[in-house]
């Protein structure tokens, strides 16, 4: 059974760091890429950053360059989010995402060919 896990959310000042990570089980690691995308009542989903587990490309949305960092450790088959210099903005549900193949294509942040979602975890960044 596939399974992605999502945990360390919380609430935090802006201001302040977090980091969230995704666990992922039931499928190959290595051969996926596994995306961050955030959700807030009433809004468009958000794609947030994107990894491929097979080569470490990584790939951000403008909002967030230089604040947030995606890393993966294939050993224990989890994908982290570091997020820094939060702002009350980065408030929402965060998912992980996982979409097989070795190439992140460029239409990555919109949520498309995404195999498998995770339940999300939820960040709240107090002003």
């Known amino acids: 059974e596939v399974q992605l896990v999502e945990s360390g959310g919380g609430l935090v000042q802006a201001g302040g760091s977090l980091r969230i990570s995704c666990v992922a089980s039931g499928f190959t690691f290595d051969d996926w890429a596994i995306g961050w995308f955030r959700r807030v009542p009433g809004k468009e989903r958000e794609g947030v950053s994107c990894?491929?587990?097979?080569?470490?490309?990584?790939y951000y949305r403008d909002s967030v360059k230089g604040r947030f960092t995606i890393s993966s450790d294939n050993a224990k088959n989890t994908v982290y989010l570091q997020m820094n210099s939060l702002k009350p903005e980065d408030t929402a549900v965060y998912y992980c995402a996982a979409r097989p193949g070795l190439r992140i294509p460029s239409t990555w942040s919109l949520g498309w060919d995404y195999d498998y979602w995770g339940e999300g975890t939820q960040v709240t960044v107090s002003s």
């Open positions: 990894i491929s587990n097979s080569d470490g490309n990584t």
